[in-house]
């Protein structure tokens, strides 16, 4: 009797990495992809993808789970059924926020974290750091040493009083990134001038969710864009402007790479299948598609399309940020339909983020397969530190794989996700796919019906510091002995 050489073989792979395709099958031992061939030798167990699409598991790099907010507000997900949703939707490592309260430790944000995410997941994860309170002590020991220990990516904010730093405490943080090695991501639009629209737009009455995307127009995250850029340039750094929206932010970005400057991008299912007028739904209804940056006109969402087809976008995210509608702790904060201004800010989409890009982007012609690949899979991998592990499909890899079911045609809505989430903004939308089988680390996670595996069998993975956030050395205009170049 022959023994079985892989503990799995998946058969007639029709194989997409963000490089190229190839017909195969993939051997798989251990949880790693241990042969790419012809004809493979036995599997203990077998599938057989009969020429259907099988791609990298999604590594959703922009998340919100179980993150401390300020009270009464409450995230939805947790790290079981935020991870469970994410396997669902063919996603099969998330890196959601350690974040720091301002005057507290980092360190200690961190530890919180792992306490609320240790032994939970689904799926493999790492964190990002988020930096709101930048003191001596963040910056010369806690920062230099957490990103030493794998914690290689953090967030800075340039709104919300909560989280906001001013363009001094930027430069400070940017300078630790360059010498460190960091990934700065930065959200990226004019605090200031949203303050002083919200309170015209109150003084006049106008508080219905509609109204918080006439408080967030596109010019405040030009603005807050183009000098998140400037900061970069002077101290030489790499940086990732997050969940960009719409053209004027492009332009920016567009700009800084024409003069070889390394800024990159992200942006999010949001603006393509979203717009503004989704805030003028009845009552309070708009309340559910109250995010920052908000969606855009309609033109926009072929601007997005463009811009993910030519490679100004490297990573499209979900920013999956869950609030109930439904709940005290949630859109209707105290139980109450609140000023747009106390509405909490994300929509959910962890689930539906891969689906929706596939469908309408590789499906639909927008976007090639490994296009896809790259922005959902192997960029942020890449630009995170988790890459070759993550993010791909070769021999030594992780098995993190998605087989999709192009046949299946199905229609958004709530009541088949797996978040906690009493809502989709998505509903109703017809995706002409959904992932047939999800695997991590060589396990069915996701069976095309219903979760598999056991909650808590993901890994907490350290990073490693990426070439991507190395500076270019010849756009400084601050050196750091202190001198300023002409």
């Known amino acids: 009797m022959t023994m079985a050489q892989y503990d799995l073989v998946i058969r007639n792979a029709r194989v997409a990495t963000a490089a190229d395709t190839m017909n195969c099958d993939i051997g798989i031992s251990a949880g790693r992809i241990m042969a790419l061939a012809q004809s493979l030798a036995q599997g203990k167990s077998e599938i057989d993808a009969a020429g259907k699409w099988v791609t990298p598991g999604g590594v959703d790099a922009h998340c919100h789970l179980d993150q401390p907010v300020p009270a009464p507000m409450q995230m939805a997900d947790d790290f079981v059924s935020g991870t469970v949703a994410a396997a669902c939707g063919g996603t099969t490592t998330v890196i959601p926020f350690a974040a720091q309260v301002k005057g507290g430790s980092l360190r200690a944000a961190v530890e919180d974290y792992h306490l609320r995410a240790d032994g939970k997941a689904l799926i493999d994860y790492a964190f990002h750091l988020i930096v709101t309170d930048p003191s001596d002590t963040v910056l010369r020991e806690e920062l230099p040493s957490l990103i030493r220990e794998g914690y290689t990516s953090f967030k800075i904010y340039m709104t919300y009083d909560d989280l906001k730093l001013n363009d001094r405490e930027i430069l400070d943080v940017l300078a630790v990134a360059r010498v460190e090695g960091a990934m700065v991501m930065v959200h990226a639009e004019n605090a200031d001038c949203i303050e002083w629209l919200t309170r015209k737009l109150e003084a006049a009455g106008r508080t219905a969710p509609r109204y918080h995307a006439e408080a967030r127009p596109m010019l405040v995250e030009r603005e807050a864009t183009q000098r998140a850029i400037a900061l970069s340039e002077l101290v030489d750094v790499p940086i990732l402007i997050v969940h960009v929206s719409g053209r004027e932010a492009l332009e920016q970005i567009r700009w800084a790479h024409a003069h070889g400057l390394r800024i990159y991008a992200e942006t999010c299912p949001q603006y393509l299948f979203l717009t503004a007028e989704h805030l003028h739904a009845p009552g309070f209804e708009g309340a559910k598609c109250v995010c920052s940056p908000p969606p855009r006109d309609h033109a926009n969402q072929q601007v997005i399309w463009n811009a993910l087809a030519c490679g100004v976008f490297q ?88 087989i999709w079911d192009q046949g299946r045609e199905i229609m958004i809505s709530n009541s088949m996700l797996h978040h906690h989430v009493d809502y989709t903004p998505y509903e109703g939308i017809k995706l002409a796919s959904w992932p047939q089988i999800t695997l991590s680390r060589g396990e069915v996670v996701w069976d095309g019906s219903r979760p598999q595996g056991r909650t808590g069998r993901g890994q907490f993975l350290k990073c490693a510091l990426a070439d991507a956030a190395r500076p270019v050395m010849h756009s400084a205009r601050c050196k750091f002995d202190g001198t300023v170049q002409s």
């Open 315 to 402: 990573v499209f995210s979900s920013d999956h940020a869950p609030f109930r509608y439904e709940d005290a702790r949630g859109k209707k904060l105290g139980g109450k339909e609140v000023p747009f201004r106390h509405i909490p800010n994300g929509i959910p989409g962890i689930e539906t983020r891969l689906p929706l890009l596939f469908s309408a982007g590789v499906l639909g012609g927008r976007i090639d397969i490994t296009t896809f690949v790259a922005l959902t899979s192997t960029n942020p991998a890449k630009l995170y530190g988790l890459y070759p592990r993550k993010g791909t499909i070769a021999v030594g890899s992780d098995a993190d794989l998605v």
